[in-house]
């Protein structure tokens, strides 16, 4: 059995998916691991890449690899539990199809996950495809003077040093190792144990606030979520949406998404504050676009997305 197995969920990932694992084994892990890629019912030649790669020859004769094809789109959580379900590794590191692992990443995350029995998860630093930091890091789930500071720009009161500390996000620099409410999906390197406790992802939520959601009934049960600044990866970010979903129904599938994570995990009075919040803020930033004489119809689509969550938050 290997310490680790690395878990990918794939749905038409294209060069993608191949390029994902040739830089898992480029990276040369210094463990024993295997890789599991789940297939959301594919319909592009992703998989057939990934046997056809010279580089990847060896691991599917030492059956490193494990192709698991679903008939169906079953969505990210559920695919990931499948993968849960198929390994007794002691660890598990869940990558998106879209991101690239750099060296030392792997091992970094174990050796900092082993370091302590109450860390859960660890997370790398992610960077963007141009370089750029992708923000990885937030507090789960906001509150309202959060959503108030960062959205009207208010956390230019605060000292910055208090701000990042205060916000996460893309107000602090991912610097340094430190326990966080919640990591990107994009990349986690998990505990057995931790998984054991908690359970996998819920699967209600195809897409969007699987993560936040299990982030959250993992810090509920006292396990660390651990930022790892040390450890790298590339991600290029929302693949497989894109192909999916238009802008602007990716965005209404996140909102959506987000309401119902807010809805099973507060009360109902924090749940209709927070949609107020919402609300009022983007009738607030479209008041200063008239003023200014700009037009910004996407602004008026979003206003009516909470508007709807605010008056189901008050039925409830």
Sequence with gaps: MPELSI????????TLLRRCVETIVSSEPGTSYDIIIIDNA???DSLDQIRRSESLKQLFAGEQIRIVKNTENRGFGAANNQGFALTDAPFLFLLNLDTEVRPGTIDTLLRTIKSDETFGVCGPKILNSDGSLQISAFFNPPRVWHTILSQLK??????????????????????????VPFLSGAA?????????EVGGFNERFHMYSEDTEWCWRITKANWKLMFVPEAVLLHHGAQSSIKRWSSRERLKVRLEANFNFEHMVLPGWRVAANQLTNYL?????????KLLGVN???LYWVRDIHREHLKRSLKD
């Excluded at 986690?188 to 054991?196: C, E, F, Q, T, Y």
């Excluded at 803020?281 to 676009?289: L, N």
């Design 7 to 14: 878990i990918i969920v794939n749905w038409n990932g294209g």
């Design 42 to 44: 594919s319909a592009d």
């Design 154 to 179: 208010l956390y230019h009161l605060l000292p910055h040093r208090l701000r990042g500390e205060f916000l996460l996000a893309r107000h602090w620099h991912h610097d340094r190792l430190r326990s």
């Design 188 to 196: 986690m390197l998990v505990r057995r144990k931790m998984i054991d």
């Design 281 to 289: 803020i983007v009738c607030t930033q479209i008041a200063g676009r």
């Design 296 to 298: 910004a119809p996407e």
